[in-house]
């Protein structure tokens, strides 16, 4: 009989989007195919704290309203918890679902090739990039895609010289505008300008966040979402639409109130569907994407998808977007989770093969 693979399950962390993340782990860890896998759960608190499975049970049987389930504990920093590390060491594979900062943005995945674990996602570099909004739309033009106009602001520019670069917003991208912090999530920070007046509160607001802001043009049109799964070959999935009621899909219409629902299938010319899947493909390509991501467009009245950004660790509730979207491909949420987890030992058999390479080896 095969002994099952020790899945670990890391996830909490220090962004805004903890609670999200909490709530994507335990819908993960129960629904993983218990005949293959044996998950092992690595809390992570709002100050970066690791836990050990045993506490982060503990964390995750409180009884708390789902949405308001934290991982709250006193610990040593993870460098002075062994405890920890040998748990950690025991595992076969890492599924890692840490939103934001420490988590998806490279560093968390540069840990694991540190330990030689393998780990579900995108690479360290492709992390990196996917949390960084202005570095994707550099690669994401380089490749030929569609992105939105738009200029990058970094904090001491505004605070030297505000007015000048409002005035090269005004000139260069008009009104209105989005403002986003250029590493962050789930909308997180994101407002519509319509004035100076607005742009001075909502780039403050933004800089709070990070110290690099994105300014973008405004384009009417439908939010639609397409997933990606796969290392040298990735697939595209059938694509989604967010729909809502507020001026965008933002933190409230995703995660606190009924103001947006999604359409899965979108309902799309089929010309247009296969745009956006091959768009989806690109873009994911264009970052040297493996395992999974989703991609986010915007479809206006006339010409090719807008990319708006590539999300190497998108929602992972049953019920979130890109879980929903492959699901219309027929692959359950038990069977995706499965998916990417192969995909991820292939890819690191794949290294490890290039790791052993000596120049006296041929």
Known sequence: MTAKMRLGVVFGGQSVEHEVSVVSAMELLQAADPARFEPVPFGVTRD??????????AQLDRPEPLFEKRIEAEAPPLFQRSEVLRELAAVDIVFPLVHGVNGEDGTLQGMLEMFNLPYAGCGVEASAVGMDKAQQKKLFQHAGLRVA???TVLDHEWSTGGAGVARGIETQLGYPAFVK???GGSSVGVSKVRSREDLGEAMRAAFDMDRKVLVEESI???EVDCGVLGNDDPQASPVGEVVTSGEFYDYSAKYLDDSARIVAPAELPDGTASAVRDSAVRAFRAIDGAGFARVDFLLPAEGAPVVNEINTLPGFRAQSMFPMLWALAGITYRELISRIVDL???????????????PDSR
């Open 48 to 57: 970066g704290r690791w836990l050990t499975p045993a506490e982060t049970r």
């Open 149 to 151: 106009r738009h200029m």
């Open 181 to 183: 912090p250029s590493n």
């Open 220 to 222: 009417a049109g439908r």
């Open 344 to 358: 991820a030992m292939e890819r690191f058999r794949e290294g490890r093969k290039r790791s052993a390479w000596r």
